[in-house]
Protein backbone atom coordinates (compact mmCIF):
# COMPACT_ATOMS: atom_id res chain seq x y z
CA UNK A 1 0.00 0.00 0.00
CA UNK A 2 1.74 3.09 -1.04
CA UNK A 3 5.42 3.42 -2.57
CA UNK A 4 9.05 4.67 -0.39
CA UNK A 5 9.18 7.79 -3.28
CA UNK A 6 9.61 11.20 -1.95
CA UNK A 7 6.38 12.65 -0.75
CA UNK A 8 4.49 15.12 -2.43
CA UNK A 9 2.71 17.11 0.38
CA UNK A 10 0.84 16.91 3.54
CA UNK A 11 -1.92 15.19 1.87
CA UNK A 12 -5.51 16.57 2.60
CA UNK A 13 -5.08 16.94 6.85
CA UNK A 14 -1.41 17.96 7.41
CA UNK A 15 0.31 18.06 10.60
CA UNK A 16 -1.81 19.17 13.63
CA UNK A 17 -5.03 17.61 12.58
CA UNK A 18 -7.35 16.18 14.67
CA UNK A 19 -7.74 13.13 11.66
CA UNK A 20 -3.83 12.69 12.00
CA UNK A 21 -3.89 12.43 15.54
CA UNK A 22 -7.23 9.92 15.91
CA UNK A 23 -6.18 7.74 12.61
CA UNK A 24 -2.74 7.54 14.02
CA UNK A 25 -3.60 6.36 17.97
CA UNK A 26 -3.54 2.49 18.37
CA UNK A 27 -7.35 2.70 19.63
CA UNK A 28 -8.18 2.77 15.74
CA UNK A 29 -7.62 -0.59 15.83
CA UNK A 30 -10.47 -1.16 18.11
CA UNK A 31 -12.17 0.92 16.18
CA UNK A 32 -11.79 -1.13 12.58
CA UNK A 33 -12.61 -3.95 13.76
CA UNK A 34 -15.88 -2.09 15.00
CA UNK A 35 -16.74 -0.43 11.81
CA UNK A 36 -16.14 -3.83 9.75
CA UNK A 37 -18.82 -5.52 11.83
CA UNK A 38 -21.53 -2.70 11.67
CA UNK A 39 -20.75 -2.83 7.67
CA UNK A 40 -22.65 -6.02 7.80
CA UNK A 41 -25.90 -4.35 7.99
CA UNK A 42 -26.00 -2.47 5.06
CA UNK A 43 -27.66 -5.63 3.04
CA UNK A 44 -25.96 -4.84 0.01
CA UNK A 45 -22.27 -5.08 1.71
CA UNK A 46 -23.49 -8.36 3.54
CA UNK A 47 -24.23 -9.96 0.42
CA UNK A 48 -20.86 -8.59 -1.06
CA UNK A 49 -19.19 -9.96 1.28
CA UNK A 50 -20.50 -13.29 1.30
CA UNK A 51 -20.06 -13.54 -2.40
CA UNK A 52 -16.56 -12.50 -2.56
CA UNK A 53 -15.41 -14.44 0.78
CA UNK A 54 -12.86 -12.63 0.73
CA UNK A 55 -12.73 -12.10 4.53
CA UNK A 56 -13.32 -16.54 5.21
CA UNK A 57 -10.45 -17.20 2.55
CA UNK A 58 -7.77 -14.36 3.61
CA UNK A 59 -9.34 -12.52 6.96
CA UNK A 60 -6.10 -10.70 8.17
CA UNK A 61 -4.84 -9.92 4.50
CA UNK A 62 -8.16 -8.27 3.95
CA UNK A 63 -8.45 -6.46 6.94
CA UNK A 64 -5.24 -5.46 6.59
CA UNK A 65 -5.45 -4.26 3.49
CA UNK A 66 -8.62 -2.16 4.16
CA UNK A 67 -7.26 -0.34 7.49
CA UNK A 68 -4.42 0.47 5.26
CA UNK A 69 -6.45 2.08 2.69
CA UNK A 70 -8.20 4.14 5.42
CA UNK A 71 -5.40 5.31 6.89
CA UNK A 72 -3.19 6.02 3.83
CA UNK A 73 -6.35 8.60 3.27
CA UNK A 74 -5.99 10.16 6.30
CA UNK A 75 -2.17 10.57 6.49
CA UNK A 76 -0.22 9.94 3.06
CA UNK A 77 0.35 12.27 0.27
CA UNK A 78 -2.23 13.22 -2.26
CA UNK A 79 -0.81 10.95 -5.04
CA UNK A 80 -0.59 8.35 -2.74
CA UNK A 81 -4.08 8.58 -1.61
CA UNK A 82 -5.35 8.83 -4.78
CA UNK A 83 -3.83 5.98 -6.28
CA UNK A 84 -5.03 4.04 -3.45
CA UNK A 85 -8.43 5.00 -3.56
CA UNK A 86 -8.88 4.47 -7.77
CA UNK A 87 -7.18 0.85 -6.87
CA UNK A 88 -10.07 0.18 -4.11
CA UNK A 89 -12.68 1.32 -6.23
CA UNK A 90 -11.75 -0.91 -9.04
CA UNK A 91 -11.63 -3.76 -6.73
CA UNK A 92 -15.06 -2.64 -5.78
CA UNK A 93 -16.37 -2.38 -9.24
CA UNK A 94 -16.10 -6.39 -9.16
CA UNK A 95 -17.86 -7.07 -6.24
CA UNK A 96 -21.63 -7.28 -8.14
CA UNK A 97 -24.87 -9.71 -7.53
CA UNK A 98 -27.89 -9.85 -6.32
CA UNK A 99 -28.51 -9.30 -2.79
CA UNK A 100 -31.34 -12.23 -1.38
CA UNK A 101 -33.30 -10.18 0.19
CA UNK A 102 -34.24 -8.38 -2.47
CA UNK A 103 -33.71 -9.56 -5.12
CA UNK A 104 -32.14 -6.48 -6.31
CA UNK A 105 -28.62 -6.39 -7.97
CA UNK A 106 -26.04 -4.80 -5.66
CA UNK A 107 -23.23 -2.95 -6.15
CA UNK A 108 -20.34 -2.60 -3.38
CA UNK A 109 -19.75 0.60 -5.97
CA UNK A 110 -23.27 2.29 -4.36
CA UNK A 111 -22.97 5.80 -2.97
CA UNK A 112 -25.65 4.65 -0.40
CA UNK A 113 -23.45 1.79 0.55
CA UNK A 114 -19.93 3.70 0.36
CA UNK A 115 -21.65 6.11 2.50
CA UNK A 116 -22.43 3.53 5.32
CA UNK A 117 -18.73 2.26 5.06
CA UNK A 118 -17.16 5.69 4.93
CA UNK A 119 -19.31 7.19 8.16
CA UNK A 120 -18.71 4.08 10.08
CA UNK A 121 -15.60 3.75 9.83
CA UNK A 122 -14.91 7.62 10.84
CA UNK A 123 -17.59 7.64 13.86
CA UNK A 124 -15.71 4.27 14.79
CA UNK A 125 -12.47 5.21 15.09
CA UNK A 126 -13.30 8.41 16.65
CA UNK A 127 -15.71 6.62 19.33
CA UNK A 128 -13.00 4.43 20.18
CA UNK A 129 -10.34 7.60 20.76
CA UNK A 130 -12.69 8.72 23.20
CA UNK A 131 -13.73 5.90 24.86
CA UNK A 132 -9.89 4.14 24.98
CA UNK A 133 -7.63 6.63 24.23
CA UNK A 134 -6.99 9.95 25.21
CA UNK A 135 -10.70 11.11 25.44
CA UNK A 136 -12.99 13.58 23.53
CA UNK A 137 -11.29 16.44 20.83
CA UNK A 138 -11.70 20.12 21.86
CA UNK A 139 -15.32 21.45 20.05
CA UNK A 140 -12.57 22.79 17.36
CA UNK A 141 -11.10 19.76 16.73
CA UNK A 142 -14.23 17.77 16.63
CA UNK A 143 -15.55 20.61 14.19
CA UNK A 144 -12.44 20.12 11.90
CA UNK A 145 -12.45 15.76 12.31
CA UNK A 146 -15.98 16.04 10.60
CA UNK A 147 -14.93 18.78 8.12
CA UNK A 148 -12.21 16.19 7.10
CA UNK A 149 -14.32 13.18 7.04
CA UNK A 150 -16.63 15.02 4.28
CA UNK A 151 -13.27 15.81 2.06
CA UNK A 152 -11.82 11.80 3.05
CA UNK A 153 -15.38 11.17 1.39
CA UNK A 154 -14.24 12.70 -2.18
CA UNK A 155 -12.33 9.61 -2.72
CA UNK A 156 -15.16 7.37 -3.16
CA UNK A 157 -18.89 7.08 -4.55
CA UNK A 158 -20.45 8.88 -1.85
CA UNK A 159 -21.60 12.41 -2.35
CA UNK A 160 -20.08 14.59 0.36
CA UNK A 161 -22.54 17.08 0.63
CA UNK A 162 -24.46 13.30 2.05
CA UNK A 163 -21.42 13.47 4.62
CA UNK A 164 -22.31 14.27 8.05
CA UNK A 165 -20.63 17.20 9.41
CA UNK A 166 -21.40 16.89 13.12
CA UNK A 167 -21.79 14.67 15.91
CA UNK A 168 -25.25 15.57 15.75
CA UNK A 169 -25.41 15.10 12.11
CA UNK A 170 -24.54 11.50 12.37
CA UNK A 171 -27.34 10.85 14.96
CA UNK A 172 -29.32 12.06 12.35
CA UNK A 173 -27.97 9.57 9.61
CA UNK A 174 -27.99 6.75 12.09
CA UNK A 175 -31.72 7.16 12.64
CA UNK A 176 -32.81 7.90 8.74
CA UNK A 177 -30.62 4.91 7.45
CA UNK A 178 -31.37 2.41 10.22
CA UNK A 179 -35.31 1.80 8.86
CA UNK A 180 -33.26 0.24 5.68
CA UNK A 181 -30.45 -2.06 7.58
CA UNK A 182 -30.93 -5.70 9.11
CA UNK A 183 -29.64 -8.93 9.37
CA UNK A 184 -29.68 -12.42 7.39
CA UNK A 185 -27.92 -15.27 8.11
CA UNK A 186 -24.56 -14.57 5.67
CA UNK A 187 -24.90 -11.22 7.80
CA UNK A 188 -24.78 -12.95 11.03
CA UNK A 189 -22.11 -15.10 9.95
CA UNK A 190 -19.83 -12.44 8.71
CA UNK A 191 -19.97 -10.14 11.88
CA UNK A 192 -19.59 -13.12 14.12
CA UNK A 193 -16.66 -14.32 12.34
CA UNK A 194 -14.98 -10.64 12.64
CA UNK A 195 -15.42 -10.64 16.15
CA UNK A 196 -14.17 -13.82 16.86
CA UNK A 197 -12.13 -15.42 13.93
CA UNK A 198 -11.58 -19.34 13.88
CA UNK A 199 -8.29 -20.31 14.38
CA UNK A 200 -8.48 -22.57 11.59
CA UNK A 201 -8.56 -19.81 8.91
CA UNK A 202 -7.64 -17.07 10.75
CA UNK A 203 -4.18 -18.13 11.97
CA UNK A 204 -3.00 -17.60 15.64
CA UNK A 205 -2.53 -13.86 16.31
CA UNK A 206 -5.78 -13.24 14.61
CA UNK A 207 -8.02 -15.41 16.37
CA UNK A 208 -6.36 -14.04 19.69
CA UNK A 209 -6.58 -10.47 18.62
CA UNK A 210 -10.26 -10.32 17.33
CA UNK A 211 -11.37 -11.81 20.80
CA UNK A 212 -9.23 -9.59 22.76
CA UNK A 213 -11.04 -6.63 20.56
CA UNK A 214 -14.19 -7.90 20.70
CA UNK A 215 -15.69 -6.99 24.14
CA UNK A 216 -14.53 -3.65 23.96
CA UNK A 217 -15.97 -3.72 20.46
CA UNK A 218 -19.51 -4.31 21.99
CA UNK A 219 -18.84 -2.15 24.85
CA UNK A 220 -18.76 0.72 22.28
CA UNK A 221 -22.28 0.15 20.11
CA UNK A 222 -25.56 0.87 21.79
CA UNK A 223 -28.07 -1.24 22.83
CA UNK A 224 -30.43 -1.82 19.35
CA UNK A 225 -26.85 -2.35 17.49
CA UNK A 226 -26.19 -5.16 19.96
CA UNK A 227 -30.17 -6.86 19.77
CA UNK A 228 -29.71 -6.17 15.84
CA UNK A 229 -26.42 -8.35 15.85
CA UNK A 230 -27.11 -10.32 18.51
CA UNK A 231 -23.84 -10.00 20.25
CA UNK A 232 -25.07 -8.45 23.78
CA UNK A 233 -22.70 -8.75 26.63
CA UNK A 234 -23.12 -7.73 30.55
CA UNK A 235 -22.58 -4.04 31.33
CA UNK A 236 -20.27 -5.34 33.83
CA UNK A 237 -17.89 -6.64 31.17
CA UNK A 238 -18.24 -3.42 29.44
CA UNK A 239 -17.11 -1.53 32.66
CA UNK A 240 -14.48 -4.04 33.40
CA UNK A 241 -12.98 -4.00 29.70
CA UNK A 242 -13.21 -0.13 29.07
CA UNK A 243 -11.31 0.27 31.99
CA UNK A 244 -8.57 -2.82 31.10
CA UNK A 245 -8.53 -1.28 27.27
CA UNK A 246 -7.77 2.48 28.78
CA UNK A 247 -4.82 1.35 30.54
CA UNK A 248 -3.25 -1.17 27.58
CA UNK A 249 -3.64 1.67 25.24
CA UNK A 250 -1.72 4.08 27.37
CA UNK A 251 1.24 1.90 27.26
CA UNK A 252 0.55 1.63 23.20
CA UNK A 253 1.11 5.68 22.78
CA UNK A 254 4.53 5.61 21.47
CA UNK A 255 5.65 4.89 18.02
CA UNK A 256 7.52 1.95 18.82
CA UNK A 257 4.50 -0.21 20.51
CA UNK A 258 1.62 1.34 17.66
CA UNK A 259 4.66 -0.20 15.19
CA UNK A 260 4.85 -3.58 17.28
CA UNK A 261 1.56 -4.01 17.94
CA UNK A 262 0.57 -2.92 14.23
CA UNK A 263 3.02 -6.07 12.75
CA UNK A 264 1.74 -8.48 14.89
CA UNK A 265 -2.06 -7.64 13.57
CA UNK A 266 -1.65 -5.58 10.21
CA UNK A 267 1.75 -5.68 8.80
CA UNK A 268 0.55 -3.62 5.52
CA UNK A 269 -1.12 -1.05 7.68
CA UNK A 270 2.13 -0.94 9.85
CA UNK A 271 4.10 -0.08 6.61
CA UNK A 272 1.88 2.94 5.98
CA UNK A 273 1.85 4.17 9.74
CA UNK A 274 6.42 3.56 9.29
CA UNK A 275 6.61 5.70 6.70
CA UNK A 276 4.32 8.50 8.17
CA UNK A 277 6.26 8.31 10.89
CA UNK A 278 9.55 8.63 9.32
CA UNK A 279 8.48 11.02 6.14
CA UNK A 280 10.90 12.85 5.30
CA UNK A 281 9.37 16.89 4.64
CA UNK A 282 7.39 17.06 1.87
CA UNK A 283 8.26 18.88 -1.44
CA UNK A 284 5.60 20.69 -0.62
CA UNK A 285 4.88 21.88 2.45
CA UNK A 286 1.58 22.23 1.85
CA UNK A 287 -2.09 20.22 1.92
CA UNK A 288 -3.84 19.63 -1.03
CA UNK A 289 -7.39 18.90 -2.17
CA UNK A 290 -8.77 15.63 -3.22
CA UNK A 291 -9.82 17.85 -6.78
CA UNK A 292 -6.71 19.19 -7.07
CA UNK A 293 -4.68 16.02 -6.19
CA UNK A 294 -7.09 14.26 -8.84
CA UNK A 295 -6.44 16.75 -11.25
CA UNK A 296 -2.21 16.77 -10.78
CA UNK A 297 -2.13 12.99 -10.78
CA UNK A 298 -4.84 11.44 -12.87
CA UNK A 299 -8.12 11.21 -13.12
CA UNK A 300 -10.70 8.60 -11.92
CA UNK A 301 -13.10 6.27 -13.62
CA UNK A 302 -15.31 4.31 -11.38
CA UNK A 303 -17.73 1.32 -12.62
CA UNK A 304 -20.89 -0.26 -10.48
CA UNK A 305 -21.43 3.39 -8.85
CA UNK A 306 -25.10 3.02 -9.79
CA UNK A 307 -27.92 2.41 -7.33
Known amino acids: MGTTRTREDYGFFGPGSPTWKVW ?13 VLEHFDPNLAAAVADMQGIYKDPQGRLDRTLAYFLTVAVADGRTAIEVADHLMTVHAKATGIEPISGK ?5 NPASQLWIHVTGWHSVLKCYEMFGPGP ?36 YFAAV ?18 HTPRANGKLKLWAGSRLLA ?15 RF ?23 DRAKLALLGTLAPMTKQVLERHIHAEPPLRATTITPADARARYGSRVVAGATG
Open 105 to 109: RYSAN
Open 232 to 254: DQPRVLDATYTRAMRVAIRGLQG
Open 137 to 172: LSPAEEQQYWADCVVAAELQTCKPADVPTSRAEVRE
Open 24 to 36: TSPTAIVGFQRSV
Open 215 to 229: PAVIATLPQWMRDMG
Open 178 to 195: RPQLCTSERADEGMHYLL
